[in-house]
C-alpha cells in the first residue's frame, strides 16, 4: 500500500533561522496536503497541492510538489515561536484515500 | 462555532470495558474519518464514510465498529477495550474526496 515518510522527525530551530521538512511517498500521488498541529492540539488543514512542480506560498511557508508527484516539501523563513508544533503531510492515491507522514515536530530556541 | 465536535475529551477505561466516541459535525460534509494518533506514528485510519449509508475499513480497524448514524454523525465504539488501544482518537469530515480535512479536538483514551 501507499507509505507517506516524512524527515526529520525533529527539527530544533534557532528563532529567525530557516528550515525546510521533506515528504516522500513510495507512489505517485494525486495530491499533496499538509497540516500543522500545535502542542495538545488537533491538525489543521494548511494547503493542498495538486500539479506537478506546484509551488504555492503562505506568508513565511513555501509549499512544493514534486515533479513526479512523489515528493513534496515545506519550507518555512525566518522561524518563530508560533511556528512551534508538528507538521504532517498527507499524500493521496488513486484510491482517494489520505496517508499521513509520522510528521516533522518543531521546537523554537529565542 | 461551525465544525467537527468530539465527546468525550478524555476518558479511562479498564480492560474489557466498552466505549463509544461520538464525533458530530454541522457542516454538510459527506465524508468522516476516525483516525488514532500515537507518539512517532502519524494518523493512521482506523474506519472511514465516504457518505452517508456507508462504512469502510482503514489501516487500523481490528477491535473497533463505527456507525454512521445519519449525514451529521459518526460513532466509533470500542467493544473490549485493551491497554493498546490507548491513543488519541480524532474524528474529521470533508466536503469532497480531494478536499481538505476538518478535525475534531480529540479524545485523549486511556486503558488499564
Known amino acids: 500500500g501507499q507509505q507517506v515518510m516524512q524527515i526529520p522527525q525533529y527539527q530544533h530551530v534557532q528563532e529567525g533561522e530557516d528550515f525546510t521538512t521533506y515528504c516522500n511517498s513510495s507512489?505517485?500521488?494525486?495530491?499533496i496536503q499538509w497540516y500543522k498541529q500545535r502542542p495538545g492540539g488537533h491538525p489543521v488543514f494548511l494547503i493542498q497541492?495538486?500539479?506537478?512542480?506546484e509551488v504555492k506560498k503562505q506568508k513565511r511557508l513555501t509549499f512544493q510538489f514534486g515533479e513526479a508527484k512523489k515528493n513534496s516539501s515545506l519550507h518555512i523563513t525566518a522561524t518563530q515561536t508560533t511556528d512551534v508544533g508538528t507538521y504532517f503531510c498527507?499524500?493521496?492515491?488513486?484510491?482517494?484515500?489520505?496517508?499521513f507522514g509520522a510528521g516533522t515536530t518543531v521546537t523554537v530556541r529565542a | 462555532n461551525a465544525g467537527v465536535t468530539q465527546t468525550p475529551k478524555f476518558q479511562v477505561l479498564k480492560t474489557g470495558q466498552s466505549m463509544t466516541l461520538q464525533c458530530a459535525q454541522d457542516m454538510n460534509h459527506n465524508s468522516m474519518y476516525w483516525y488514532r494518533q500515537d507518539p512517532g506514528m502519524g494518523l493512521r485510519l482506523i474506519y472511514y464514510s465516504a457518505s452517508e449509508g456507508t462504512t469502510d475499513k482503514g489501516e487500523v480497524p481490528n477491535g473497533y465498529n463505527v456507525s454512521r448514524l445519519n449525514k451529521r454523525e459518526f460513532s466509533l465504539r470500542l467493544e473490549s477495550a485493551a491497554p493498546s488501544q490507548t491513543s488519541v482518537y480524532f474524528c474529521?469530515?470533508?466536503?469532497?474526496?480531494?478536499?481538505?480535512?476538518?478535525f475534531g479536538s480529540g479524545t485523549r483514551l486511556t486503558v488499564v
Open positions: 474529521a469530515s470533508s466536503g469532497l474526496r480531494t478536499e481538505g480535512y476538518t
Open positions: 497541492l495538486v500539479k506537478s512542480g
Open positions: 507512489t505517485t500521488l494525486s495530491n
Open positions: 498527507a499524500g493521496r492515491g488513486g484510491d482517494y484515500k489520505l496517508s
